[in-house]
């Protein structure tokens, strides 16, 4: 299964709470079927033939408040060329920790960002080195983070393109409440583990709790 079938399948509405999104298949190709003309407005991108809205294009969907659906460019760059911009919001998982950082490989680029006002993530050819570094864990009290009291080995994070570091390295800040561990598993029994605050996640199957620095949005950042 691809990232974003996977993390779908496997986090359902959890995630729409905390960061991912609804529905990951919000890419589509020429031809793909976007709905019927009564129930969506053809917009950019897109065509009508024989009361049924189609993709013209290759890119994310997009839905209006007023029912429209377009179909964008942003994300086709993701696959001529295997190259992320700095501001680009990613979905990476978390490696080796040290006192100072994570590292991280990057395995796709989110669409529901502000930028591009599409929902869900886009998997990347092949995965790419990311790196967070303690300064760009948290917006506050820095000196006093701990990295393995932030994330473990295995944890998927949202995580923002702050810099460009060497050949095929980025360097990412998790600091933005938007940001952070959106899925982890459980260290005793390995059981999914979901944000329910800034700073824990929760399995519903054990009742375990462990802390992180997690995305959060709306309500669950109290």
């Not at 529901?112 to 092949?126: R, T």
């Amino acid at each position: 299964l691809s990232l974003s079938l996977s993390l779908s399948l496997s986090l359902g509405a959890h995630l729409k709470g905390f960061g991912l999104g609804q529905a990951m298949a919000a890419f589509a190709v020429p031809g793909d079927a976007l709905g019927k003309a009564g129930s969506v407005v053809s917009g950019p991108g897109t065509y009508e033939h024989d009361g049924t809205v189609y993709s013209a294009v290759a890119g994310p969907v997009q839905r209006g408040a007023d029912g429209e659906v377009s179909v964008g460019r942003a994300a086709l760059r993701l696959f001529q060329a295997q190259v992320l911009e700095v501001g680009d919001v990613v979905v990476a998982r978390v490696g080796r920790l040290s006192e100072f950082q994570a590292a991280a490989r990057i395995l796709a680029v989110a669409l529901d960002d502000e930028d591009s006002g599409a929902i869900g993530a886009i998997d990347l050819p092949e995965p790419l080195g990311g790196v967070i570094r303690r300064e760009h864990v948290a917006l506050t009290d820095v000196d006093r983070i701990r990295m393995e009291a932030c994330f473990r080995p295995g944890d998927l994070v949202r995580a923002r393109v702050v810099s460009l570091g060497t050949t095929r390295q980025y360097f990412l800040s998790t600091s933005e409440d938007g940001l952070g561990v959106v899925w982890a598993k459980g260290a005793l029994r390995g059981g999914l583990m979901v944000p329910i605050s800034a700073t824990q996640v929760f399995c519903a199957a054990t009742s375990e709790r462990e802390e992180r620095k997690c995305a959060v949005v709306g309500e669950a950042k109290a």
